[in-house]
């Protein structure tokens, strides 16, 4: 069943996620116009000019004259800032949906600020993006195949959760739904320590005396293990800031992890580092077939 | 100038790395015959099948008949026993070489069986790879634009290192020289410790109880972070046992970040995150310019 257009998109910044998200609907024919907002003058005409969106707003009374949907797409550490600012113009009837990487603030956010529109203040999380970033990388094919997961309210009409669904299906997503306390632990574990972590190992070596040879050296393994380390800083200090109970849960079980590896390589004791090198292969190469097209395979090249 | 041809060369371990080694002497026309020699029959049978070695000897005394060249190319917790079982049947001016990922056990186990023969036992290091193993997996362009290490030893030959080194770069490869120290602690630092933290990471999420629905979750991110948790278990213990100390002397250096990065999160201190970040990330990006061409970038997908 094809979902009905939308009139009116407002996308409150437009950087890869939300360009891409205003671009698949446009591909669809699911939007009549894509309405920017955002903090930075330049990239919203750097948006027009692109035609990812139809037109630029002013302000937030501009932008929501009219609007159907709202997606929040910017970095996760302005929502509440931002959700409290548009308050004041939200039309009764208006869906406001976002795209961040942390829900539970989202949610804080709504329950603080849209306190009358919770009916349909629906949160959302495309596990989707590229290397690249900005307007500029958006990609009307960006969310084919990606889940998109979404965290209802009790307050949420059925409606709308199903009309956010049906337009994230129309991207070619596929949904799922979560708690927002589950959503954040899951991707506190799978996502956002594992940027830390390369984060870590890139600045540790990069502040030694020695950082031009150890990079001299650095390989395959080096070069896939810390390609995350060169995500965007503010994006990722936000997930870090809003998911911080979560991710220090997630970094102190880690440690433990280390603790017992840190064990077995002071006792050299051969078994066990092989029995755990040999379960996490097995479960990487499992995960490999059963959810990527993992076309790069694994394992090392060192 | 061109090197002059291996009368006979005799592979130890036909692998990956061994295997390619030979095929790209015999596509460089460098090699007359190859002869294989290692733990498993089935392997050897396999390596001739596919003519990546001309023929397999039942033992040490049959296949150093007449050696010239000898590279071991086994895993490295195996280097002793076969310096052991090769030495009194090695005749005075056969040239010995290997292609460990360690370099101090190699050297201990040279002076400890082969003290007559030190002036023609040159250790290396191909830092070359690829994702699968095995014989099958061989290419003879697998070393081309690579880098090889040698630590020769005080008591090599100058003819005999040279020998090695164009042998090498007959083989496409860039000829690197370092003390065995240095290269133990270089490669622990941008190698052997991500190799332990991605096998870390994704031993602590399989144990979970719900590990299921943790990897349903991870993207992209997470699978180049973890790519290397798919390497060889056997391999990777061995290199962890003989190079323990340099492994546990950075695992503790990387400990030290981990706690300055968790205290960072406990505070809350986002100027302080981001500018870990930030670092990590321009250090991660002048690498990746500098270093690998780096098509797929730097960058989250999450």
Redo the contacts between chains.
């Keep these: 069943m094809k979902t009905k257009p939308v009139g009116r998109l407002v996308v409150c910044g437009v950087g890869l996620i939300g360009g891409s998200f205003a671009l698949a609907l446009k591909a669809a024919g699911l939007v009549r116009e894509v309405v920017g907002v955002g903090r930075s003058q330049a990239s919203l005409e750097r948006a027009l000019a692109l035609g990812v969106i139809d037109r630029a707003a002013a302000d937030w009374a501009q932008a929501l004259a009219g609007a159907e949907v709202v997606l929040l797409a910017m970095p996760v550490?302005q929502t509440e800032a931002v959700v409290k600012a548009m308050a004041p113009h939200l039309a009764p009837g208006t869906l406001v949906t976002d795209a961040g990487?942390t829900k539970r603030n989202v949610i804080e956010a709504f329950y603080l600020h849209l306190g009358g529109h919770l009916a349909h203040a629906v949160p959302g999380h495309p596990?989707?993006?590229?290397?690249?970033?900005g307007c500029e990388a958006a990609d009307a094919t960006l969310f084919r195949g990606?889940?998109v997961?979404l965290t209802p309210l009790p307050e949420n009409e059925p409606g709308s959760v199903l009309r956010v669904a049906q337009l994230w299906q129309a991207c070619g997503a596929i949904i799922r739904e979560m708690s927002p306390q589950e959503h954040d632990r899951?991707?506190a574990?799978?996502?956002h320590?594992?940027?830390?972590?390369?984060?870590?190992?890139?600045?540790?070596?990069?502040?030694r005396a020695n950082?031009e040879?150890?990079?001299?050296?650095?390989?395959?393994?080096?070069?896939?293990?810390?390609?995350?380390?060169?995500?965007?800083?503010?994006?990722?200090?936000?997930i870090?800031?809003v998911n911080?109970q979560a991710?220090?849960a997630e970094?102190?079980?880690?440690?433990s992890?280390?603790a017992f590896?840190?064990a077995l390589?002071?006792s050299?004791n051969?078994p066990g580092?092989?029995e755990?090198?040999?379960?996490?292969?097995?479960?990487?190469?499992a995960?490999?077939e059963?959810?990527?097209n993992?076309a790069?395979?694994?394992?090392?090249?060192?």
Tied chains: 1, 2.
């Design positions: 550490g990487s596990i989707a993006g590229a290397e690249k970033s990606r889940k997961v899951v991707f574990a799978v996502s320590l594992p940027h830390v972590l390369a984060y870590a190992l890139v600045h540790d070596l990069a502040e950082a040879q150890l990079f001299e050296y650095a390989a395959g393994g080096f070069r896939d293990f810390t390609r995350i380390a060169a995500s965007h800083p503010e994006m990722w200090r936000d870090c800031l911080r991710i220090l970094l102190d079980q880690y440690l992890e280390l590896i840190r390589l002071l050299a051969g580092l092989e755990v090198f040999a379960k996490a292969r097995a479960a990487r190469m995960w490999g059963r959810y990527v993992d790069n395979g694994g394992g090392s090249d060192e």
